[in-house]
Each structure stands twice: as structure tokens, then as C-alpha cells.
């Protein structure tokens, strides 16, 4: 089945400890991107990737990082979570930027 | 500045009635694309349809039709005879060319309910 995948779908974690949100897609798609969403706000785009070692700022960069070290996996990397990243995070994949997305289950991190 | 804006918040319409959500959306570039994305209540992200800037054809699928008009910048999605089950936040999202890729932006949304 084509998906987009997350891991963990839940995490509650303190100020301050290293953690990662995995991403992984089975549609050999080259683009992929991760997403915030907070209430009010919308989704913004915090990293995205055209390809394998291409990676750029979205919107929300500060407090992330990410890499593209293969081209199905593209984590999202906070190395200092603090309370304002608290939030419901997706990653989306497609064949380029300029066509429709599919998004992962979503990640429900929050940061105390 | 807000690339694109969905202006309703919240719409709420009784069963049947048609609803139009409105996108208004903001750029320089000559090519870039629009998208519909819609995100029922159990919190996935469905895609609904793409349009690219050099298409202005409107577009009906069933009971879900875009007006597209780039004199207004606008990508506006009705929904006609509208369900319960279209109940939903949806968003309208604007894709551009950047250097390293495409850069995605997408509205606050707006949250509709559709009550029997």
C-alpha cells in the first residue's frame, strides 16, 4: 500500500531532550516536506527537499533540522524541543513540489 | 505577509445549502500552482485538486466546483448541496519555484460544519 509513514504518532517530552520524528514513503517520490500545524495557523511548512542531500528552509525553520540521506526518509530533528514546538507536526511527499501531496498520520508532539 | 488567505474562519451552513470557501492568495511569480486540501475531523489531509497558473478553466467534480481567476488572485471552492460528512477544516495552499525546489504555503483554513 502507498504511504507515508510517522514515528512516533504520540510523544510528550521535556525541555531540552534531543528527539526525532521519522518519516518514511514507499512511492519513490523525491520530494518531501514536514509541516506544522497550530490552531489558527494553518499548516506551515518548516523544511522541505527536492531530493536525496537537497534540502531547504520552509517558513519555520528555527529549532529544526532535518536530512535526506535516502530518498524514502527525510527526519525531522529537534535537538533542544522547547514548549513552543509543541504541536501537530506532518510530513508529505510527492513526485515535486508543484503536485499533490501526501501527507503522513501526523505527529502529536508536545514539548514540557 | 500572508501569501494566502482563506478570510472565513469558521462557516457553519445547515444541510443542502451550497457554501463557498474563499482563497485569496499572493505572489510574483508567473507559474506557480494552487491547491485544495481538505481535513475531516479524524485529522488526515486529503488532497482535492491542483490548478496551475496558466489554467483557468473552472472545474466540477460532482458537488465540489473552483473558480479560478487570476485577475482577483483568488482560487475560490464551492460546495454545492452541501453534507454533513463535508464537515471539515479545509485549506487552500500555494506552491512557487524556488531555487532549491518548491516552497509550499498554505492558508489558516477554514472550519466548516454542515449541520442536518
Known amino acids: 500500500e502507498a504511504q507515508v509513514t510517522q514515528n512516533p504518532r504520540y510523544l510528550i517530552t521535556v525541555t531540552g531532550k534531543k528527539l526525532t520524528v521519522t518519516c518514511s514513503q514507499n512511492?519513490?517520490?523525491?520530494?518531501m516536506s514536514w509541516y506544522r500545524q497550530d490552531p489558527g495557523l494553518g499548516l506551515r511548512q518548516i523544511y522541505y527537499?527536492?531530493?536525496?542531500?537537497?534540502?531547504d528552509k520552509g517558513d519555520v525553520p528555527e529549532g529544526y533540522k532535518v536530512s535526506r540521506k535516502e530518498k524514502r526518509n527525510f527526519p525531522l530533528i529537534l535537538e533542544s524541543p522547547s514548549p513552543n514546538q509543541t504541536s501537530l507536526y506532518f510530513c508529505?511527499?510527492?513526485?515535486?513540489?508543484?503536485?499533490?501531496?501526501?501527507f503522513g498520520p501526523g505527529t502529536r508532539l508536545t514539548v514540557t | 505577509a500572508q501569501k494566502v488567505t482563506q478570510a472565513q474562519t469558521e462557516i457553519s451552513v445547515v444541510e443542502k445549502e451550497d457554501v463557498t470557501l474563499d482563497c485569496v492568495y499572493e505572489?510574483?511569480?508567473?507559474?506557480?500552482?494552487l491547491f485544495w486540501y481538505k481535513q475531516p475531523p479524524s485529522g488526515e489531509l486529503v488532497f482535492l485538486i491542483r490548478?496551475?497558473?496558466?489554467?483557468?478553466q473552472n472545474e466540477i467534480s460532482g458537488r465540489y466546483s473552483w473558480n479560478f481567476q487570476k485577475s482577483t488572485s483568488s482560487f475560490n471552492f464551492t460546495i454545492t448541496a452541501s453534507q454533513v460528512v463535508d464537515s471539515a477544516v479545509y485549506f487552500c495552499?500555494?506552491?512557487?519555484?524556488?531555487?532549491?525546489?518548491?516552497?509550499?504555503?498554505f492558508g489558516k483554513g477554514t472550519s466548516l460544519l454542515v449541520t442536518p
Open positions: 505572489t510574483r511569480d508567473t507559474t506557480y500552482y
Open positions: 508529505a511527499s510527492s513526485f515535486g513540489g508543484a503536485v499533490e501531496q501526501y
Open positions: 490548478r496551475n497558473s496558466f489554467d483557468e
Open positions: 527537499s527536492m531530493n536525496v542531500e537537497v534540502t
Open positions: 512511492m519513490n517520490h523525491e520530494y
Open positions: 495552499a500555494l506552491s512557487e519555484a524556488r531555487d532549491s525546489g518548491y516552497a509550499l504555503n
